[in-house]
């Protein structure tokens, strides 16, 4: 969406190394932050969200850290596994709008 | 339990035809929502149902799309007059509502519009 900026579009990182995707928006009144990862042939599924009033978030090995004043947000994958290899989407809503994906490659 | 549930999951059809893509959300989920999905792109919103109350259509990019959810459950995004432009992933999500936001999405609809 264009109130929603992402990157990089896309990332390759190896097995082990952490990957970082940021995002920035536009939309002050915006107050939930979720991130989604998507496989081939699948919806996007939700992994970890944050909101407004919150810094930061972790979830084992995912974190996303959120600055309101910059208006922006990133996640965070350490020890990063084949697995974890797909698409990954950040959004921002109070509108709904959609960052235009990261394609993340783990080299084993 | 069951996720949310879309059919049909391919469609074909001819330009000029109308299509009915429909959605069955996660059981007891308030808030339903719409997008379209091109390939190698974020979803992009089109319209969104809390019970049966459409919230917002600023999304759909013609009067050529609409969508119901006449008894706040299962919905229907039906496009009229089908042209070639309209071939996309269509998608549809669900969340519990109540000022939860964590939305859970479909498998989707191919549409291909020939």
């Known amino acids: 969406g264009e109130n929603v900026e992402q990157h990089p579009s896309t990332l390759s990182v190896q097995e082990g190394d952490s990957a970082v995707i940021k995002c920035t928006y536009s939309?002050?009144?915006?107050?939930?932050f979720p991130w989604y990862k998507q496989e081939l042939g699948k919806g996007p599924q939700l992994i970890i969200d944050?909101?407004?009033?919150?810094g930061e978030k972790k979830d084992q090995r995912i974190a996303v850290t959120l600055n309101k004043t910059a208006k922006h947000f990133s996640l965070h994958i350490t020890e990063t596994q084949p697995e974890d290899s797909a698409v990954y989407f950040c959004?921002?809503?109070?509108?709904?709008?959609f960052g235009s994906g990261t394609k993340l490659n783990v080299k084993p | 339990g069951a996720g949310v549930s879309q059919s049909p999951r391919y469609k074909v059809t001819k330009r000029g035809q109308d299509v009915a893509l429909r959605c069955d959300p996660i059981?007891?989920?308030?808030?339903l929502y719409w997008y379209r999905q091109a390939l190698g792109q974020g979803p992009e919103f089109l319209t969104y149902?809390?019970?049966?109350?459409?919230?917002?259509k600023s999304g759909l990019p013609n009067d050529r799309f609409s969508a119901e959810r006449p008894e706040g459950s299962i919905s229907t995004l039906t496009i009229q007059r089908t042209e070639q432009r309209d071939s996309a992933m269509y998608r549809c999500?669900?969340?519990?509502?109540?000022?939860?936001?964590?939305?859970?999405f479909g498998p989707g609809t191919r549409l291909t519009v020939t």
């Open positions: 999500a669900s969340s519990s509502g109540r000022g939860a936001y964590e939305q859970y």
């Open positions: 939309d002050s009144a915006s107050n939930y």
């Open positions: 059981s007891g989920h308030v808030s």
């Open positions: 959004a921002a809503l109070n509108k709904f709008y």
């Open positions: 944050i909101r407004s009033n919150v």
């Open positions: 149902f809390n019970y049966e109350a459409q919230q917002d």
